[in-house]
Nanobody, 118 residues
């Protein structure tokens, strides 16, 4: 069983930055390092969407067009953690952010709320 715990969200003004973290824990948490990981977000009234993904070795990273150039995904396999650095935040980035494997293998965590507002 793997539990995903997201943290780092909050209220920030447009143009601001946040760094999100997602830690995999549980008896099988160490298998995190064998999966391509992704950050997803779900805005009110909208479907959950993938915003960034990273390969197992961090050699390949992909971003949705809406966040390209502003967000950076990274991972630390030794810590079973994936990060999302978000810069130049916009109001349209407001959403609950989740992590999971690229294939949505694990149960979803509680997510972390990001609100961008002046």
């Amino acid at each position: 069983q793997v539990q995903l715990v997201e943290s780092g969200g909050g209220l920030v003004q447009p143009g601001g930055s946040l760094r999100l973290s997602c830690a995999a824990s549980g008896a099988s948490g160490s298998i995190f390092r064998f999966y391509e990981m992704g950050w997803y977000r779900q805005a009110p009234g909208k479907q959950r969407e993938l915003v960034a993904s990273i390969s197992i070795s961090s050699g390949s990273r992909n971003y949705a067009d809406s966040v390209k150039g502003r967000f950076t995904i990274s991972r630390d396999n030794a810590k079973n953690t994936v990060y999302l650095q978000m810069n130049s935040l916009k109001s349209e980035d407001t959403a609950v952010y989740y992590c999971n494997t690229r294939r949505e293998t694990f149960s979803w965590g509680q997510g972390t709320q990001v609100a961008v507002s002046s």
